[in-house]
């Protein structure tokens, strides 16, 4: 059995099992096989020892549908075909970052914020180890319906990233995510996308040439066993593990309702570093951006690739420069000389005397202050005074 070991089958099986009888994340599963392994856990679900009312109703809806230990079999088989692999907490490759969903508490009594324990296994399709790829990873995620501009940051963040060897993380769908993973495929670098359905079903279809690219030299992941459907909660299911995964998540491009809002909540609430691209006040796609950043006072602006490695790296390792405008010479002068270069005026000449009292200084010192400014090319003498050069007058009056 593709990624097993001796004496781990019957675990990994039940994982599997457990998961297709309640959909991962689910407290009350993930508090059970805690308490007394996956194997006894799914024993005790089947025998009908289900505490949870809810969980009871869904077990009972799946159990008609056939035997968990049968369907478990049959998609390990499958992704052995597909050249797949499951991934469970026991393996060496099992990305740890994950395991601090156990406690994770969210606002909110609905379904989705409750159930947002860690995985009980993972699907993987690709050669390269899960811990490896999460290791120094950043997610990069946004709006499906993105504009020219969240697609060109989008291109430029993640290009950056898998140059600096992160590997980037994305969902897989249209806009944003597709624009970071194929960035990351450009640079010729790591990728890994988190699926809400089976990692051998390409959703959208629109992407499945971009998905098989991935699979070859990156990562396909997902929760659902291989045959599993996008259903329309799982992808906020998924979005957990994407925020738990990786260092960081960027959020490029967002609605004010969207998933790539939620996966940054998610983010802010387990203590990862949350970033937010700012857009126009005017777009529709930066409406989820600028909200997140007034509710969240742990979420920081980034508007290149320097200052998210300055956000996720370890300290000292990327100092982002302060972006300040071009140099001009003007702005290594020492005060006097900056002062008598201010005194002279924009058109005609200027004697030493009159320099002097524009200035504010004696006229020895404005002098000398000229001799300077004239060797470095910002005051030219002529017979009737001094002048400032053409350099002098296209350069800034003052501070910019």
Do not use: K
Not at 40 to 59: K, Q, S, Y
Not at 117 to 130: H, K, Y
Not at 252 to 263: F, K, Y
Not at 283 to 303: D, F, I, K, W
Request: glycine share 10%.
């Amino acid at each position: 059995m593709s990624g097993s070991r001796p004496g781990d089958d019957a675990d990994r099986m039940a994982r599997v099992a457990l998961t297709w009888l309640a959909e991962p994340g689910n407290r009350a599963v993930w508090q059970l096989v805690q308490a007394g392994g996956a194997e006894a856990t799914l024993d005790r679900l089947l025998g009908g020892d289900i505490p949870e009312p809810t969980l009871r109703a869904a077990v009972i809806s799946r159990t008609t549908a056939g035997d968990p230990r049968r369907l478990a079999e049959a998609a390990l088989h499958r992704a052995e075909r597909l050249g797949a692999r499951v991934v469970v907490p026991a393996d060496p490759e099992w990305p740890t970052g994950v395991d601090s969903l156990s406690t994770l508490e969210l606002e909110g009594g609905d379904r989705i914020n409750r159930n947002v324990r860690p995985p009980l296994c993972l699907w993987v399709r690709g050669g390269r180890r899960l811990d490896e790829a999460f290791a120094r990873s950043v997610a990069v995620v946004g709006a499906r319906a993105a504009t020219n501009y969240g697609v060109h940051v989008t291109n430029e963040l993640a290009y950056g990233l898998a140059e600096h060897g992160w590997t980037v993380v994305s969902g897989g769908a249209f806009g944003i995510d597709a624009a970071a993973h194929r960035a990351a495929l450009t640079a010729g670098e790591l990728t890994v996308a988190v699926l809400a359905c089976g990692v051998d079903r390409p959703y959208p279809v629109g992407n499945s040439a971009m998905f098989e690219q991935i699979a070859e030299s990156g990562l396909l992941m997902s929760e659902w066993p291989p045959g599993s459907d996008p259903l329309r909660h799982r992808f906020l299911i998924r979005n957990r593990v994407i925020a738990a995964a990786t260092a960081g998540t960027v959020i490029v491009e967002a609605a004010a309702r969207s998933g790539a809002v939620q996966t940054l909540s998610r983010t802010v609430a387990l203590g990862r570093r949350a970033m937010v691209v700012p857009g126009p006040v005017t777009s529709a796609m930066s409406v989820g951006c600028h909200e997140l950043l007034r509710r969240h006072p742990e979420t920081v602006v980034v508007t290149g690739t320097a200052q998210v490695l300055e956000e996720v790296g370890t300290i000292g390792e990327y100092l982002a420069e302060i972006p300040r405008g071009r140099d001009h010479v003007r702005d290594d002068l020492d005060e006097d000389s900056a002062l008598v270069l201010e005194a002279i005026p924009r058109r005609g000449t200027v004697g030493p005397e009159e320099l002097a009292a524009r200035a504010g200084l004696g006229v020895r010192t404005v002098l000398r202050r000229l001799s300077l400014l004239e060797m470095a090319g910002l005051v030219v003498r002529r017979s009737d005074g001094v002048a400032l050069a053409r350099s002098a007058r296209r350069a800034p009056p003052g501070p910019v």
